[in-house]
């Protein structure tokens, strides 16, 4: 039967549409439901095989944790600065506890993690060893929660509901979402005139009959109908008839490298991929949920509200390990192509950058400082870093760590025009601005192979030259050009006034 849903009205979606939308994510709000898991991760390198069986010995070296599944999107809405509660269910495990104690400790999150005893609760452990994903163990349950348990779940997102504007349902059959719990959060949703949007699981879509979005992959798609999905015209045909047999509002259809589409009371529309790279797959799918909903949210259309979810999405798979998209790398992909500004980042994505260039192989540079009035003496010192390395990073002091440093007066330029500049010298590919008065704890962070300074230093005066040599780094000495200061620059102006 036809979903009865009143068409929306179709126009592609402008780019500066979009950007416009980008700071309104963060005044959104969304409920996201369903099942949660601990992702573990343990990196380390391989130097030998074990001798009591023909499998490498990963020798561990880091480990990280961060909530999956539900949590995932819970953590892309956050990246995105968007209001959320998280409803899920754990068990009376350490897995279960650490994933409270990660949550409870998250920004913009209100939390409702319920608590059931004797399960197991989902637990994925991957081990990595240059980049390279050996082995993933999982700890897992996927038997439907108690009918009590889930009688409670729906009365807490009732209210959760009322007190947001869209839903996510993000079910990875472990349990959370199984039975009848879906269908009537669903009917809750639609009660309380909520829009609904589900990341679904499983060949059988009469559960989540009557959302209002659905957001199948192309596979899922295939084993949810039963139809061929191997051309555009299968795959919308296959869509239709989703749509169609179950009264959802609209099908987005996500395509790996052939990007997404989207079949609603409109018709079809098409979105390429986004990506310049792709290093990861994993969570792209929770990306392209919680995008969406931000989007609706924050009032978008639907068409534009996928648009923005795919261009996230074309971030992440560019990524280490299930990552978010934040509004400044939204901002920047839909900036204008080659911009320079793309190389101004935050903290995190210098990091998850640097990741990416190390997964290739490449060396990375890494040097700092004010660069007030950049000139010539500064162009020859990164030009001399740039040649000794694959990719330079530049730390850049904070107006507020320049004015500690250098007193008041400085700096003569804010931070925004000083990291343009820097940018847009083919020498360097990344510029990260920090607050703190040396580049230490961002040193730290981003661990590169070469560290550059001038030839005024010398290799016991330069800051984390120590931290360099325990992680296998090198300290450089730059030459410097003779007759080239800001400070003095600063000082001639100041007596020609």
């Given at each position: 039967?036809?979903?009865?849903?009143?068409?929306?009205?179709?126009?592609?979606?402008?780019?500066?549409?979009?950007?416009?939308?980008?700071?309104?994510?963060?005044?959104?709000?969304?409920?996201?439901?369903?099942?949660?898991?601990?992702?573990?991760?343990?990196?380390?390198?391989?130097?030998?095989?074990?001798?009591?069986?023909?499998?490498?010995?990963?020798?561990?070296?880091?480990?990280?944790?961060?909530?999956?599944?539900?949590?995932?999107?819970?953590?892309?809405?956050?990246?995105?600065?968007?209001?959320?509660?998280?409803?899920?269910?754990?068990?009376?495990?350490?897995?279960?506890?650490?994933?409270?104690?990660?949550?409870?400790?998250?920004?913009?999150?209100?939390?409702?993690?319920?608590?059931?005893?004797?399960?197991?609760?989902?637990?994925?452990?991957?081990?990595?060893?240059?980049?390279?994903?050996?082995?993933?163990?999982?700890?897992?349950?996927?038997?439907?929660?108690?009918?009590?348990?889930?009688?409670?779940?729906?009365?807490?997102?009732?209210?959760?509901?009322?007190?947001?504007?869209?839903?996510?349902?993000?079910?990875?059959?472990?349990?959370?979402?199984?039975?009848?719990?879906?269908?009537?959060?669903?009917?809750?949703?639609?009660?309380?005139?909520?829009?609904?949007?589900?990341?679904?699981?499983?060949?059988?879509?009469?559960?989540?009959?009557?959302?209002?979005?659905?957001?199948?992959?192309?596979?899922?798609?295939?084993?949810?109908?039963?139809?061929?999905?191997?051309?555009?015209?299968?795959?919308?045909?296959?869509?239709?008839?989703?749509?169609?047999?179950?009264?959802?509002?609209?099908?987005?259809?996500?395509?790996?490298?052939?990007?997404?589409?989207?079949?609603?009371?409109?018709?079809?529309?098409?979105?390429?991929?986004?990506?310049?790279?792709?290093?990861?797959?994993?969570?792209?799918?929770?990306?392209?949920?919680?995008?969406?909903?931000?989007?609706?949210?924050?009032?978008?259309?639907?068409?534009?509200?996928?648009?923005?979810?795919?261009?996230?999405?074309?971030?992440?798979?560019?990524?280490?390990?299930?990552?978010?998209?934040?509004?400044?790398?939204?901002?920047?992909?839909?900036?204008?192509?080659?911009?320079?500004?793309?190389?101004?980042?935050?903290?995190?994505?210098?990091?998850?950058?640097?990741?990416?260039w190390r997964r290739k192989g490449w060396r990375i540079g890494f040097t700092n400082g004010c660069?007030?009035?950049?000139?010539?003496?500064?162009?020859?010192?990164?030009?001399?870093?740039?040649?000794?390395?694959?990719?330079?990073?530049?730390?850049?002091?904070?107006?507020?760590?320049?004015?500690?440093?250098?007193?008041?007066?400085?700096?003569?330029q804010p931070e925004a025009a000083r990291a343009a500049v820097l940018a847009s010298l083919a020498?360097?590919?990344?510029?990260?601005?920090?607050?703190?008065?040396?580049?230490?704890?961002?040193?730290?962070?981003?661990?590169?192979?070469?560290?550059?300074?001038?030839?005024?230093?010398?290799?016991?005066?330069?800051?984390?030259?120590?931290?360099?040599?325990?992680?296998?780094?090198?300290?450089?000495?730059?030459?410097?050009?003779?007759?080239?200061?800001?400070?003095?620059?600063?000082?001639?102006?100041?007596?020609?006034?």
């Amino acid at each position: 039967m036809e979903s009865g849903r009143t068409p929306l009205p179709r126009r592609t979606p402008a780019v500066a549409d979009l950007a416009d939308a980008v700071p309104r994510l963060a005044r959104s709000n969304v409920t996201v439901i369903g099942d949660i898991m601990l992702d573990r991760y343990l990196y380390g390198t391989v130097r030998r095989i074990s001798p009591e069986a023909p499998v490498p010995i990963l020798a561990v070296e880091r480990e990280s944790v961060m909530p999956g599944g539900a949590g995932n999107v819970m953590r892309n809405l956050t990246a995105l600065g968007v209001a959320t509660a998280l409803i899920s269910v754990v068990g009376d495990d350490p897995a279960g506890a650490e994933l409270t104690g990660l949550i409870g400790g998250q920004a913009g999150v209100e939390p409702w993690l319920l608590v059931e005893g004797g399960r197991t609760t989902t637990l994925k452990v991957r081990y990595i060893a240059n980049g390279q994903q050996l082995l993933r163990a999982d700890h897992e349950e996927t038997v439907p929660i108690a009918a009590a348990l889930s009688e409670r779940l729906v009365r807490i997102a009732k209210d959760a509901m009322a007190a947001t504007s869209v839903t996510i349902l993000s079910d990875y059959a472990k349990g959370a979402l199984a039975g009848e719990t879906a269908a009537a959060l669903i009917e809750a949703a639609r009660t309380l005139g909520r829009t609904i949007v589900v990341d679904p699981k499983g060949s059988d879509y009469r559960r989540y009959a009557g959302a209002d979005i659905v957001t199948p992959n192309r596979r899922e798609l295939a084993e949810a109908t039963g139809m061929p999905v191997d051309s555009e015209a299968a795959l919308i045909e296959a869509a239709a008839a989703l749509r169609e047999a179950h009264g959802f509002g609209a099908v987005l259809v996500t395509r790996s490298e052939d990007g997404m589409t989207l079949l609603d009371g409109s018709g079809p529309q098409h979105f390429p991929a986004e990506a310049a790279e792709v290093f990861d797959v994993s969570g792209a799918g929770d990306t392209v949920v919680a995008t969406l909903a931000a989007g609706l949210a924050a009032g978008l259309e639907l068409p534009a509200a996928a648009r923005l979810a795919n261009i996230a999405a074309g971030i992440v798979v560019g990524k280490i390990g299930t990552a978010a998209a934040r509004p400044e790398e939204l901002l920047a992909a839909l900036s204008a192509e080659g911009s320079c500004l793309r190389k101004v980042v935050s903290r995190e994505a210098a990091i998850e950058q640097v990741e990416r260039w190390r997964r290739k192989g490449w060396r990375i540079g890494f040097t700092n400082g004010c660069f007030d009035l950049l000139h010539p003496g500064h162009v020859h010192l990164l030009e001399q870093a740039r040649g000794a390395c694959d990719r330079l990073v530049v730390g850049l002091n904070s107006d507020a760590s320049v004015r500690r440093l250098k007193g008041a007066g400085r700096p003569v330029q804010p931070e925004a025009a000083r990291a343009a500049v820097l940018a847009s010298l083919a020498a360097v590919d990344l510029v990260c601005i920090f607050e703190e008065d040396t580049p230490l704890a961002l040193m730290t962070e981003l661990r590169p192979d070469l560290l550059v300074k001038g030839s005024d230093y010398t290799l016991e005066t330069v800051v984390g030259a120590e931290d360099m040599r325990r992680w296998g780094g090198r300290v450089m000495l730059a030459e410097l050009l003779p007759g080239h200061s800001t400070t003095a620059t600063v000082a001639r102006l100041k007596a020609g006034d």
